[in-house]
């Protein structure tokens, strides 16, 4: 039961950031004051007694002190729920430190809006998103070369691109990307910005062209995985006709691109989307 209400703490204490915005070092400083304020009002508790009637005058006066302090307090609760205050502020420093710096030139979202075009390179995180026109494609960028320069800078992030090629890409494909780096938008309905942050994605990309550099640098498990899913795919497209396969596919795999949007509105109106979801 304790784990259970240090593990509230914990998540209470990133809602917490996500709202005040402190600096990572000042959620830090508080845990610690927490920390000490908590053990010592204990250490103290436990070794309160009674005023000795032989004791030098600087330790009677401590002991009153201490003694009348907590005659009165009510029972401590044990030592685990005492520390639920240092896990709320554990949790808001840790979501603080999970921040990226977007000013830093380390990082992808430094160089959005900046205009002009741009290369960059990066691994497939995921397999391709394939929609009718375009493939969306998420990459763990490496390297970046900014317009009129030939020297690349070794920048991180995740990067949610848009290939009108429709090219074969696959998870784990080390990719060579080209285009403009724009801020993910935002209005009062609804912030693109905030939903693709959630995921850690802060940079868009038009791709213009996208080219192979290496395959096979992704996770082999993940891969292996992935590879899987892609025959399960091709299976349930070659043993059903549309729309029932891509209704299968996407209740059974997760794949919901196929799904026309006639079907997706009859679902809508139903209020059975749910069942469309994997999640679901």
Sequence with gaps: MPLLWLSLAFLAGILLAASLHLPAGAWLLLAGIGLLIGLGFRFLRARTIA????????????????????RFTPSLPPLPYSLIPFFLLIGAARYQFAQPDL??????????????????QGVLVEPPDRRDTYTYL?????RIILAGETTPQDVSGLLLAKDWNLSDWHY??????????????????????DYLARQGVYSL?????????????????????????????????RLWP?????????????VESGIPEQVKQAFQDTGTTHIIAISG
């Excluded at 830093?104 to 960059?120: C, K, L, M, W």
């Excluded at 060579?176 to 309905?189: A, F, I, K, V, Y």
């Excluded at 029932?244 to 059974?252: F, V």
């Design 51 to 70: 005023p000795l009637p032989h004791a030098s005058r600087i330790t009677q006066y401590v002991s009153r002190f201490t003694f009348h302090l907590f």
């Design 103 to 120: 000013r830093s030139p380390e990082f992808i979202a430094a160089y959005n809006d900046r205009g002009g075009e741009v290369s960059v």
């Design 138 to 142: 998420k990459l763990r960028v490496e």
């Design 172 to 193: 784990g494909d080390r990719l060579l990307l080209q285009g403009q780096l724009e801020t993910p938008s935002e209005n009062e309905d609804f912030s693109y910005r």
């Design 205 to 237: 990309m038009n791709a213009a062209r996208t080219s192979l550099v290496l395959s096979g640098q992704g996770n082999p498990f993940l891969e292996a995985v992935y590879a899987y899913k892609e025959r399960a795919l091709g299976t349930v497209y």
């Design 242 to 254: 549309d729309p029932e396969a891509s209704l299968l596919a996407g209740i059974l795999l997760g």
